[in-house]
């Protein structure tokens, strides 16, 4: 009976160590990630219990993402296994300015991928859930995935859990005209959608003069009940500023802002979620918006996807506990 | 105007560090490997020039493979570049007696397997060149790879190259009965066949009293002209006892065995195929024999499918040099 | 509700790579290992289901080890955090003959050696279960320890749970006559006692004509069921032969002897442990010396303490699969 | 007869590598460090001779301990081997803004806690010595350990040595109060007391409106000499601003700021002490407080606690050499 | 027949890894640089051909210094086996504020330094080639080379090819009075001259009052074409400002100026050449000013001296393409 | 004053890790080694106490050296440092039946090869010490070094010292007859000789029926007291038969064979040396044969040619203590 269930993708990522280029190197780095797992994974991490939803292939590459998504404290219970399907990869590059961080996606045909409605039993996967949490990645899949994923949130609500979206549109896997057709579908009344300006720019062509207009907008559109996303000043690449916004009923929260030095910039914004989820669950949005903040600000600081930080952590950046070695 | 021209897929080559098992690790080795170019490489080592054919993604790690090509002194100069495919991989597991090492492939919708008859210009690839090396692997990988391959040994033959095929039967790829009516069709009139007893029962239900027999069929039911194969006891797998046979005209060729330490046993018979064409360019099986058997033994001892011998190093253990440190 | 429960301490193993001494070493390899939960894993791994019960210090090492303890598939639902205790470290080196491989200990002070009866409730821990797995080291870290061991199997014949006690004889952490006095006390009437010659003889003063003789005399003075031990021919450290034996009601069960190349020695006694109980609960021991000889001599290939071996593999060993490269 | 006495404890430093979590680590890169010797290390680095005093447990950690001392040279003719006890170990997580850099210290019941007065014959180890020193961290270990740093304090001054106290309050060891008591004895009278605002204010309740002010009043409760130290604006984890202040007989020395990029924030405080004692014994506390800066501030560049840093660094800073690679 | 030929040394370079000294380091990392065929490979890079002219010995580091030369796809035609000589070494300390990056050359004797004059067949060489490249260093290596140097660029003026000389004045190589005697000689009459003020002033005694009146001396004294350089604000180790600049015919061109995270500061300068070269193989100036800043601001982020950079990078940092993650 | 006094060259030795060829290596891995100390560092590990006499470069190589030499236990307080020269640096690559393993050397040049008779104070040096040992590397590095290991051999016989020499004929560093000639001069006398069959017949022309012969032959010509060698059988190179053996007044002294796995060859031969000067130091070449060949036996266990191994563990081989992990 865990708190929150997750569905979708966790990937084998795989990354040339020290800043090498993909093409030089003799060696990769192995960790997985998934955005949906990896906000489970936080939401764990902040108190909580969590499983995660998916398809993987019945090898030793399906069995390593099992045996990590439990070894971070998610359950993996309601994993299928296929016989014949392949794990999703990707390929890391590390960069520093003026060169960007890359990622080259090896995920076609995986297992997660093949999924259609009906494969999973969702009435009993939410059986004393809370929250259920999915993001446009997953719809982004397939055909099959974006109807599994309505068929999920419809349970869900069914099932009086929470529900959220993360937008996180990847233009390497849909358009904006698809992604936003499929995804206006899947948001209608759910209780968070957290979406950057530009993707609601891109997806929904709803443009705001700030955001909280832009949420007023997509809460009248979608019928949603909170929006949030995150604050970035980016002048380099190992070094940001970071803060979370949201937004519900009219009133406007923000975090603090955080200075960041970047260690490795995936799963900032699914440690945010898991953030704000944890305040949801709470029935506090501003409470949410502190903690993800917080918690998304650490994650900048930390190898791998997978959110290694212990609630007292965040909690200790939110008194402003400073960065002295602790000793 | 390189002396050989090889053609099949070459892989990137993932294994864990140190016997680790997939499922526990947290890194992963990168090396490349592919049958045919293996052996090109190997004919460089011994002294010939080669250029290797195939089709690769237009990404970095397409990229990395041809860079690699180039770095043993193949030539990439025919390599042809796919907007969207994808890099073949496996995952290597070493393993111990009595945990045999293991292979995970990922290849499915490589780009080599999209190939068509009529990609690629063999007249001008073929121009100068002496010998044309091929295996079953590659005929394995689709239909069209089939085609291709029987393409590219048709013009072989016009343009008087010799021409070898290693029938490396892969049970992962395709049955014995698929393998066996492609195979058939492509050894026809070759010059060298590398076939190991079980294949030749298994794919051409072809059963010897002893390698020469088995040889002498081969030879009259196909119109090959030379045959050759391992020897290979195998009490464990960290040491070996490794020979090569050769068979042509009625002659049987048999190289001395070699105690081998085994470092890494993939890519031995790919280096056996080098010293095997490399004897035949000079019109020669036994010399053939003699070097297939001792750069393939040395083979065992390094790291990797690619064969980072000399060829002086091949005449010390031809002439005998002994296990002592050179100081 | 697992089928078995396993209770013992689990440390952090810190090894130098490659054969380096402890003295010249810069980095150090980190594993966790402890007996009774290594074999509560190879339950898992063949099939089972299982728990481990200990307590660990609340910090991030204590964490570590219970994320891996979930990572292989273990549960860790009834451990118990302590605030101020520390892990048990064990530093090992790998050696090569004529240099045995050594361990230094540092597990003084651990949390479960404070552990003390009553501390842990056994029937709820037990509910459901169905075997209850325990070793000498668990009784010879604490006096405290030894009473919570006696009570925990008390308590799980109590509950109509099979029960297994490995000696496991330490002699860096007791006497033989304190081993021999304390386990005299725990081995009466359970059902799987795992012992050596040589333990019996210092401990219990056992000494027989053969392995059925010795189990014979355990029997009957201990009221034990079955006993097993392994057998080992022990030229070098890199290579071993390897298999197990046992006996009850008058038959004595033999295994096939394995050759053995030692990637990592430690733990093939636990699995052998966990491939007995994976026989006795179905009430066959000889299946259990089959998949104990067979997952205890894959062990010694598996680098750590913890079997990361499949079921199928084990099977394929009982097959006589050989050792080629699968492929 | 070296120039330099140093007493304390050397820790074991085991840190996870690349800013990983200890919870997520697969392997730990190993240092030794410990604030007295790495002062002896910084003076040896400046052209000073040094011997550290302590005690070690007689096992291969030990040994390593003082292999590495002897390795920087560092004399270790004065370690006293014991038979059972262990060695201290402390556990580094390297951080980024907002998460600083953590320590887990395991090193309770370590060899040099038990030490007692009377175990070291210190007239004979300060025999053509011309300056001790010692930090709080020392005292703070054990009662035995405190009295034992007394004992070496009177036997210093009696044989006209110079005498130096870094505070070095570690709040994981004892409190402020407990500290304070012990501390006051033990800088009465001392050459050279290196102490912090905070340390100051919590531990004597000595609060200035300045450094020289502060100063001044710990010159005139516990007639010490000199007082010195660091001055530090701390923005990220990464990048400090770092500057060294003293002060003696109503004059304050400032040193130039420098701007430091952090490889391991370890040690900076120690080298400073270092460069401190290198002026002091050419009677020249302003020579002090810039070498001290200087090999501080460059300590902040090294890996590990130790001064890798040769006396032609240190000056060339000093002289403002410049950013650019030298070639 | 390539676009480029280029003519020096490439070295074996050897560095701690992680920020450590070479007095404790266990482990160097291996990489190959040398300012001329750095400048070759980035030419490549930005899509044309190169060649690179130079003699290695004939043993296993000669040969892996044309494995990598090949690798990134620069050809070794020209170079030449000699069978004593050694290869060039270098040794580099990655440093941090205020320490700066340190090299520690062990070149003397190296196989090319033993170059003289009439050993390359140089009209053969530039036989199809457009554009050939040199340094300082090479000049600097012995007079052998320095007069082959001067042989080359006779040859390649009367073969039509472009020349292009980078100062690169090393003060460990030579003193500035030989440095401009010598090289004085060899830029007469070139189309490119890439040099800093510095090395300007302390080598011709030329000091404009800006860039582009110390370029117009340049211009008339030696009559050469272009003159080019780079701008650098140093504040850090870390962190620059980079930027280029150039001047022909009374025209002064200027790059933008590009923040950089600096992973490795080697190659920089080289890869700007390249840039520079292929502006002006189309005849542009500004084109190569503008290509190579880009390309040499990215080359910091780059782990060793080789430019492994895509054009599509370049022209996308040319197009302000930011610094978030692509994905 | 140390028991023993060695003269000669430590190098740098450089390895690419896990059995890779120098050619494809991205790194290589650090160690010192050289015959003469690692024969100094085998008698302290045994309980004596040593110094080294050698020159280095003062750069960080030769540092690294001198802490490397410091860390182990040897003294270096008469190492001289030159300003300009070099550390000569060996190249290793690891084989594997059939491949041998192999070193390049890149010593030409070094610090030591410029020595001169009168550089070194050899009364001073010598003065309180036991035992003088060289090896005829030293005497092979250039006509200087020969002469100031004959002047040094002088000077020891007058101080009283033992003597010792390792014939250690390196082809790649001088031909059979130069050796004979010069080795001939400097063994005269001399207390101990360690020579292998083969080179006492290349160098002295000295065949005999067995070892007692040859050797009865040495101490006739040259009036040596003892002569000692190994004896091996090679069938493999990760596996071998070592054993020892001496002679000294008509009485031959043989040693166990000793069954080794061979980690790293090196340093074997100098370690047996370190037993037979322990043993001689107590006037007993017997004890020298035992201690030398069990410290020489697990030396092929050690990796680096440095004898990290203690009394205790040599001990323990020689009393037959088994290959069971100790725990």
Not at 135 to 143: C, D, E, K, V
Not at 161 to 183: F, H
Request: aromatic share 8%; with cysteine; hydrophobic share 45%.
């Amino acid at each position: 009976m865990p708190d929150i269930v997750a569905f979708g993708e966790v990937m084998i990522r795989l990354a040339p160590p020290h800043f090498q280029r993909l093409e030089q190197t003799r060696s990769l780095d192995l960790e997985i990630g998934g955005a949906e797992f990896n906000t489970a994974a936080g939401c764990v991490r902040l108190g909580r219990t969590a499983t995660w939803v998916s398809r993987l292939p019945d090898n030793p590459l399906g069995k390593l993402i099992a045996n990590r998504v439990r070894e971070i404290g998610v359950s993996d219970t309601f994993v299928q296994y296929t016989p014949h399907d392949r794990c999703g990869l990707y390929f890391l590059e590390f960069g520093a300015s003026p060169r960007a961080s890359g990622i080259v996606y090896d995920r076609k045909e995986s297992a997660i991928a093949q999924v259609q409605p009906g494969m999973f039993d969702w009435p009993t996967i939410f059986r004393g859930a809370r929250w259920f949490h999915v993001t446009g990645i997953t719809a982004a899949l397939s055909a099959g995935a974006a109807a599994a994923t309505a068929e999920a949130l419809t349970a869900a609500k069914q099932a009086g859990l929470g529900t959220s979206i993360d937008l996180n549109y990847r233009s390497k896997l849909w358009t904006p005209q698809e992604a936003g057709r499929v995804m206006s579908g899947l948001v209608n009344g759910i209780d968070l959608l957290i979406a950057s300006e530009g993707d609601c720019r891109d997806l929904f062509s709803i443009d705001g003069t700030d955001f909280a207009d832009m949420a007023q907008q997509l809460i009248e559109r979608f019928g949603v009940r909170c929006v949030a996303g995150t604050r970035r000043e980016t002048p380099l690449v190992w070094r940001n500023k970071f803060a979370a916004v949201g937004y519900t009923a009219g009133q406007l929260y923000e975090s603090a802002w955080y200075d960041v030095e970047i260690v490795d910039r995936l799963g900032a914004g699914d440690a945010l979620a898991a953030g704000l989820i944890h305040g949801l669950l709470d029935g506090d949005l501003e409470k949410g918006i502190h903690y993800g903040a917080a918690i998304g600000a650490i994650q900048h600081s930390i190898l791998g996807d997978l959110p290694w930080i212990t609630r007292e952590e965040v909690e200790a950046v939110l008194a402003g506990s400073g960065l002295r070695i602790r000793r």
